[in-house]
Antibody, heavy 120, light 107 residues
Framework: QVQLVQSGAEVKKPGASVKVSCKTS????????VSWVRQAPGQGLEWMGW????????NYAQKFQGRVTMTTDTSTNTAYMELMSLTSDDTAVYYC?????????????WGQGTLVTVSS | DIQMTQSPSSLSASVGDRVTITCRAS??????LNWYQQKPGKAPNLLIY???SLQSGVPSRFSGRGSGTDFTLTITSLQPEDFATYSC?????????FGQGTKLEIE
C-alpha cells in the first residue's frame, strides 16, 4: 500500500533552517511528483511547491522562492523539503503529498505531517 | 494568484442531514478543482477531483459539481464520521491555492 512517512517534529530558532523528509513506499517513486503543503495553527492549507523525482525539476510557489529547496533521493525513495531563514510565521505542520492524475492533478496520498515550531 | 473562497466558514448539521458547501474561484478554473476532508490532527484526505470525480474508496454520499468559477460539495445523509473540515483546491495554475476551509460541526 502507498505510504508517505515524514520525519519528526522540529524546534528551530529564528533565522535557522529546517529540512523535513518524506519517505515513500508502495509505488514507483519516480513516476509521481511530490508536493509540499503547510498549515499554520488554526489556518488553511498552503501549497509550497512540488518536485518531480524523475528529473528533479521543481516548481516553487513565488512566496517561497529563494527560501525553499525541494529535493529527492531515488535510491531511498525519499523527498526532502528545506526551508531557510525561518521566522515565527513559518510555525506550521508541513505535509508531503503524492501528486496523482494526468490532466487533472490531485493529492491522493499524504504524509502524517511534521510540526515545525520556530521560537526564540 | 487565484483566490478560493468557501462558504460558509462553519456549518452545524445533524446526522442524516444533507449539506452543501460552496467554493468560488477568483477567475475561471474550468474543472480543475479538488475537495479534501480533514479531521483534527490528521492529514487531508482526497474526496473529489476534477470537480465531480469521486476518489476511489470515498462513499457515494459525497458528490461534487461545478465548472468555471462556482463549485459545490454535497454530502447526503450525514454520518458521524463526516464531521470535519472541508477544503477546496484549484489545480488550474500555480500556486495551487486552497480555500480557507469549512468546518462541519454536529448540531
Amino acid at each position: 500500500q502507498v505510504q508517505l512517512v515524514q520525519s519528526g517534529a522540529e524546534v528551530k530558532k529564528p533565522g535557522a533552517s529546517v529540512k523535513v523528509s518524506c519517505k515513500t513506499s508502495g509505488y514507483t517513486f519516480a513516476t509521481f511528483r511530490v508536493s509540499w503543503v503547510r498549515q499554520a495553527p488554526g489556518q488553511g492549507l498552503e501549497w509550497m511547491g512540488w518536485i518531480s523525482p524523475y528529473n528533479g525539476n521543481a516548481n516553487y510557489a513565488q512566496k517561497f522562492q529563494g527560501r525553499v529547496t525541494m529535493t529527492t533521493d531515488t535510491s531511498t525513495n525519499t523527498a526532502y523539503m528545506e526551508l531557510m531563514s525561518l521566522t515565527s510565521d513559518d510555525t506550521a505542520v508541513y505535509y508531503c503529498a503524492r501528486v496523482g492524475g494526468g490532466n487533472y492533478y490531485y493529492f491522493d496520498f499524504w504524509g502524517q505531517g511534521t510540526l515545525v515550531t520556530v521560537s526564540s | 494568484d487565484i483566490q478560493m473562497t468557501q462558504s460558509p466558514s462553519s456549518l452545524s448539521a445533524s446526522v442524516g442531514d444533507r449539506v452543501t458547501i460552496t467554493c468560488r474561484a477568483s477567475q475561471t478554473i474550468s474543472s480543475y478543482l479538488n475537495w479534501y476532508q480533514q479531521k483534527p490532527g490528521k492529514a487531508p484526505n482526497l474526496l473529489i477531483y476534477a470537480a465531480s470525480s469521486l476518489q476511489s474508496g470515498v462513499p457515494s454520499r459525497f458528490s461534487g459539481r461545478g465548472s468555471g468559477t462556482d463549485f459545490t460539495l454535497t454530502i447526503t445523509s450525514l454520518q458521524p464520521e463526516d464531521f470535519a473540515t472541508y477544503s477546496c483546491q484549484q489545480i488550474y495554475s500555480t500556486p495551487y491555492t486552497f480555500g480557507q476551509g469549512t468546518k462541519l460541526e454536529i448540531e
